[in-house]
Every structure is written in C-alpha cells, then in structure tokens.
C-alpha cells in the first residue's frame, strides 16, 4: 500500500509525460518525414501519442501541486501556499529565461518568441489559480474537488465559443496568454482546465490513496469511455437539447478523448505501481523542471540560439533520429543527475 508520503503511480506518470514530451520535441523537430512513409501505423500510433503527452503534463502538474498542497494542510496557514507563490514565479521566470536571445538583445531587440507563452508559463500561473481557489473558497474545503472537476469541465464545454474571441483590443502580449491565435505555444484556456481536473483529482483522492488499486478498473472505464464515446454523447446531447454548442465540441473533441487518454495512462501506471519504485523513476518524476531545462538548452541554444534545430532541423533519417534519441535521452537525464549532485554536495 502506498503512503500519503510517496505515491509511486504519481512519480511514475509525471517521469513518462516528461519523457515523452522530450522525445516529442527531438523527433518531430529533427527527423526529415519525407525520408519515410507517414501513413504507417507505427508513425500515426507516434502523432496520436505525441498529441496526448501536453495534456497529460498539465493534467498531472495540477495532482501533484494539489496533493502536495493537501499534504501540508494544518489548523493554521499552509505553508505550501508560500511555496506555490514562489514555484509559481519560478517557472514564469524560467520560461521566459529560456526564450531569451542573447545576440538579438545586444543588437538592442528581444526576439520575437520571448513573448511567446509556454508550458511553464501556463504552469506557474495555473498554480496561482490554483491558490487562489483554494484560499478564496476555504470555507467550502467539502466540495473543492467539485468544484475543481466543474471549472475544469466547463473550460473544455466553453472552448469552440472563447476560441474564435477577437481579443485584438487586448495588448497582444495578454491576448497570447489568453486563447489560440495571439503568437503563444499554449495558452490558459483551455489548458487551465487540465490542471485544474488533476487538482479535483488530488482532492478526490486525498484519503483514497491507499485504497488505490480499487480505482484502476473505473479509471480505465472512463478513459474508454471519452476516448470512443463522448463525441457520440455530445452529438446526442446537441440534438436533444438543441444546443449548438455541444455539436460544436463534438465535431473536435481533441479535450476530452485527451482527458480519455489521461485516464487509461493513469490505470496502467495504478496496474503496475510496484514496478515503478526504483530510483530511477521516482529521480524522473521529481525532476521534470531540471529535464525540460535542460533539454530546451540543447534543442532550442537557449540564449545563444546555437541548439540542435539550428543545425539539424527536420534533416535527419529515422535511423539517425532514433540513435540520436538515445543520445539525447541519455544526455539529458545524466545532466540532470549531475547537476542534482552538484547541488546535494557543493
């Protein structure tokens, strides 16, 4: 049975969706697709992988903030409060630090993709809203997990109606952080409604987790379930309420096949938590900010902008993608565990 102290299965999925957001970005930048055949079902199992990994990321950030606001929980002030602010602006400083070029502001600019939001933007942000909900609706502590799940849900309901706002009276600079379209990579809405599912999660299971196992088979039930049937739901939905807006999520229901797709990772890693407790995997799942780091070093050139896009952009083979993978997985992790060592042992 795990302890409130350390959930493996939590490690474990957080260590896979920063794998597999690192091997996303190398293979898809990299690999040259006119050397091989796109319509094969190994590359589209890859493109539908690679398209569950964000969600995933973001779905899980939200858990393991909340379990770990939770964790700290006592009569008086939360000192996890204290830490989120700050972890908050940590990853907002380091997101905009990794897009920094440092020979375009010699020459007296900023390059354009500094403004350009990201996954630790969203993330550090999201945790202050996070914060804020639970400091604002303390005297409802019963319900939070409702009222997570709800905010969350009707972010993905709301999507094909904020996603077409013209937001061009906005700064283009706040407009970016808002919704699609305004230059940013990812965006709060409807990304927050991620996080903010993974936080009811956390709530959810708060006293549940070392009842865990009890949960894989409806996990995966209800993965199945938006994965093959929520779009068929929603149709339904449409028609019986004569509401457009349903039609509309139906017709691309890319937010809740990838809540389907969370769900039935989450009951796998549940299944065989036993086998995620090594060292390795708890090292991962506690080091994502130190991998993505240093992994938008190496791909990217962060301030120097000599990374491996500038040399090899979209030029190599499938073979030399998968055996730079390898070097590049490797590399990646061995910094980190360097670095960690470093710092255990100034």
């Not at 010699?106 to 400091?135: A, C, E, K, M, R």
């Not at 937010?255 to 990772?265: H, K, Q, Y």
Request: net charge positive; charged share 10%; hydrophobic share 50%.
């Amino acid at each position: 049975m795990p302890s409130k102290s350390r959930i493996y299965f939590l490690d474990a999925l957080r260590a896979f969706a920063i794998l597999m957001m690192l091997q996303g970005h190398f293979i898809s930048g990299l690999l040259d697709t006119s050397t091989l055949d796109t319509t094969h079902w190994a590359y589209r199992f890859w493109i539908y992988c690679r398209g569950f990994t964000a969600p995933v990321f973001f779905t899980i950030s939200g858990w393991i903030f909340s379990f770990l606001l939770l964790k700290e929980e006592n009569e008086g002030l939360n000192p996890r409060i204290k830490k989120g602010i700050k972890r908050g602006v940590e990853l907002l400083i380091w997101g905009y630090f990794l897009r920094l070029n440092l020979p375009s502001l010699l020459w007296g600019s900023i390059n354009n993709s500094f403004t350009q939001p990201d996954v630790l933007h969203i993330i550090g942000l999201s945790i202050g809203f996070i914060l804020l909900l639970y400091t604002g609706l303390r005297f409802l502590k019963n319900y939070l997990a409702w009222i997570f799940l709800t905010t969350g849900l009707i972010l993905f309901l709301l999507e094909p109606a904020y996603s077409q706002l013209n937001l061009d009276s906005l700064p283009k600079f706040i407009a970016a952080y808002l919704i699609k379209g305004y230059g940013g990579v990812f965006y709060l809405l409807p990304w927050l409604g991620y996080v903010f599912i993974g936080s009811s999660l956390a709530f959810f299971f708060n006293t549940r987790y070392a009842r865990f196992k009890r949960w894989i088979l409806p996990s995966a039930l209800l993965g199945l379930f938006l994965i093959f049937t929520s779009s068929l739901l929603f149709n339904l939905l449409g028609d019986v309420l004569h509401l457009s807006l349903f039609k509309r999520v139906a017709q691309n229901n890319f937010l809740f096949i990838r809540l389907g797709d969370f769900f039935l990772l989450l009951s796998f890693f549940m299944l065989f938590q036993s086998g995620f407790q090594n060292k390795l995997w708890r090292f991962l799942g506690t080091n994502t900010l130190g991998l993505y780091i240093v992994h938008y070093f190496i791909l990217y050139g962060s301030l120097t902008g000599w990374g491996l896009y500038k040399f090899y952009a979209h030029q190599l083979s499938l073979g030399e993608t998968l055996f730079g993978l390898i070097l590049f997985l490797s590399g990646c992790i061995g910094l980190v565990i360097v670095l960690d060592l470093k710092k255990l042992n100034p």
